[in-house]
């Protein structure tokens, strides 16, 4: 290994980088149970069991050694989530490192999007990542790394990047790009871009699809993260998930969404207006204070619908 990455410096330009994509082996998905990528057996990574003539990943200390001893003096670690293969966000050291920048919530939607986890894992990934960032653990766990490297110093940007985040499970004319920066104030911005530019057949649909350049970072709990929570501890009841939807409910109706807020009888066919389609608990963000923010709504519906379809959903 520490061969082939003085050959691969070999390579480099003057003021050239390495890109180095890898699991870790002490990702934290491995120790929930997701077989070794190259040997697909549970815990084979976190062991140690490597033999000479196999393919190896390394912790996050072991291999800025290697890159060190390499001679690349500089290395910007990244974190892909799921993992580099299938990345769906990618966040960065600046990213962990800033406390009012929520890392965890970006890591627990990745979860169900992994192809490569048990249909059962030994925990819930989605409850011990935000306990991971909370200690500092993140980079160390994240399931892989994307490294930069070079011999000397990286060249600096304007903007400090947080972390990246991908839509792409869907239509090709849909996806983009959400990129999570901070200026020199401290302030974090949400830029939006498109990945491909609209065709005409889309743009009569029933559906129209809209994204702001840009929108301000709402700081607070992820909604439908106390779903998993709540379903997550023993002795959950059917009376607990009516509690649940009933908040939602009222969310939405703080929010303007009925059409006849003043009914206090809802039902599965009570009308709500389409601008809320996309108001998903996953697209709702409590704030410390208890008020709900809608976030990365991309979607309308250019007529009303029932909220039994939001609840479907």
Known sequence: HLQLLKCAKQFLKPGGQLILAIENQLGLKYFAGAPEDHVGQAMYGIEGRYRSNQPQTFGRVTLQKLLKTAEFNVARFLAPYP???????????????????????????????????????????????????ANNLGLDTANSFLVIAAPKKLKKTEL????????????ADFCKETHFVQD????????????????????????????PESANY????????????????????YQ??????????????????????????????????????????????????????????????????????????
């Open 218 to 237: 709402v700081s607070g709990k992820l909604f439908s993260q106390e779903f998993v929570q709540l379903v997550k501890n023993d002795g959950w009841t």
């Open 240 to 313: 607990d998930l009516a509690t649940y939807v009933g908040r939602y409910i009222n969310i939405l109706r703080g929010l303007g969404a009925l059409i006849n807020p003043e009914n206090s009888i809802i039902t599965a066919k009570t009308k709500v207006h389409g601008e809320f389609f996309d108001v998903i608990p996953r697209n709702i963000i409590i704030c410390t204070d208890g008020t709900p923010e809608i976030i990365d709504k991309e979607w309308i519906i250019k007529d009303s619908m029932e909220i039994g379809h939001l609840l479907f959903r």
């Open 83 to 133: 993992d580099y293969k299938l990345p769906v966000s990618i966040i960065t050291e600046e990213g962990f490192a800033d406390i009012n920048f929520d890392v965890a919530t970006l890591a627990i939607q990745s979860v169900k999007l992994d192809p490569q986890m048990p249909s059962l894992s030994n925990f819930s990934l989605e409850l011990a990542y935000p306990e991971m960032m």
């Open 184 to 211: 020199h104030f401290g302030t974090i911005n949400v830029r939006y871009k498109p990945l491909r530019s609209l065709t005409k057949k889309f743009k009569r649909n029933i559906i129209k699809f809209s994204t």
């Open 160 to 171: 400090t990047t947080l972390a990246y985040h991908y839509s792409t499970d869907r239509s």
